[in-house]
Nanobody, 124 residues
Framework: QVQLVESGGGLVQAGGSLRLSCVAS????????MGWFRQAPGKEREFVAA????????TYADSVKGRFTISRDNAKNTGYLQMNSLKPEDTAVYYC?????????????????WGQGTQVTVSS
């Protein structure tokens, strides 16, 4: 089992920044890949970013490329999503997820564990 707890969401003005954290417990953190997804009201949960076990490989949705950065600190069992130049359309509940393979994974259905989510609201 893996437990994931997100934090760092909040209300920010357009153009601002937030850093989300995802603390993992239950299995060896460094052995699995991680991802961030988001879900806006009335919409499907969508892929945002993913990172492999070592942090050496990452991938992003086109909508956030160049603005968001995913990273991880295996010594702290924590993953991060740095979000810069935020836009109102980034407003959503953000979820971190763990895939028990060490690779970069982009498909929602391939993730094994999910956090409870943290709300990000960007005002115009």
């Amino acid at each position: 089992q893996v437990q994931l707890v997100e934090s760092g969401g909040g209300l920010v003005q357009a153009g601002g920044s937030l850093r989300l954290s995802c603390v993992a417990s239950g299995r060896t953190f460094s052995r699995y890949g991680m991802g961030w997804f988001r879900q806006a009201p009335g919409k499907e949960r969508e892929f945002v970013a993913a990172i492999n076990w070592s942090g050496g490989s990452t991938t992003y949705a086109d909508s956030v490329k160049g603005r968001f950065t995913i990273s991880r600190d295996n010594a702290k069992n924590t993953g991060y999503l740095q979000m810069n130049s935020l836009k109102p359309e980034d407003t959503a509940v953000y979820y971190c997820a763990a895939d028990l393979s060490p690779r970069v994974v982009v498909r929602r259905q391939d993730y094994d564990y999910w956090g409870q989510g943290t709300q990000v609201t960007v005002s115009s």
